[in-house]
């Protein structure tokens, strides 16, 4: 059975799997960027738990990361296109089904990355901060 951080992780996938980019989880940057963009969701890390007792109780705020990259000649709009729609799926449910307390992005910081003989990639991490409560850090 997974613990409650990987069902949170795979919700949150699932919803990023719904948006028109090509969603990923933990793989490396493919050599070509899907028109519609490109997301790579990062388990990140759950951080220190702040920990209540009797009963205990462990409540993070776990941050996961979404590297979203979009290519072209109209890199602009799309990358701004791509961080809405985003922003749009996290805000519909920020709970994730009731999975977590909350669910909420960071703005972006974008880069653009030359790309030798091709368009330059428009990119950035996007934060995800994961607030949940669990009773034992590892289940």
Not at 55 to 70: D, K, L, N, T
Not at 78 to 103: H, N, Q
Request: charge should be negative; include cysteine; proline fraction near 9%.
């Amino acid at each position: 059975m997974p613990t409650l951080r990987e069902t949170i992780l795979a919700t949150l996938h699932a919803r990023l799997s719904a948006l028109p980019a090509t969603a990923l989880r933990g793989d490396v940057l493919p050599e070509r960027v899907p028109p519609d963009g490109i997301l790579i969701l990062r388990d990140g890390a759950p951080g220190e738990p702040e920990v209540t007792l009797s009963p205990v109780a462990y409540h993070y705020q776990h941050r996961a990361e979404i590297e979203a990259v979009v290519q072209g000649a109209d890199r602009d709009a799309g990358f701004d296109a791509l961080c809405a729609s985003i922003g749009t799926a996290i805000a519909a449910d920020r709970t994730l089904g009731g999975l977590c307390d909350w669910a909420e992005a960071e703005a972006p910081r974008p880069v653009d990355l030359p790309v030798e003989g091709a368009a330059s990639l428009k990119a950035a991490v996007i934060p995800v901060i994961l607030h949940y409560t669990t009773a034992d850090p590892l289940a």
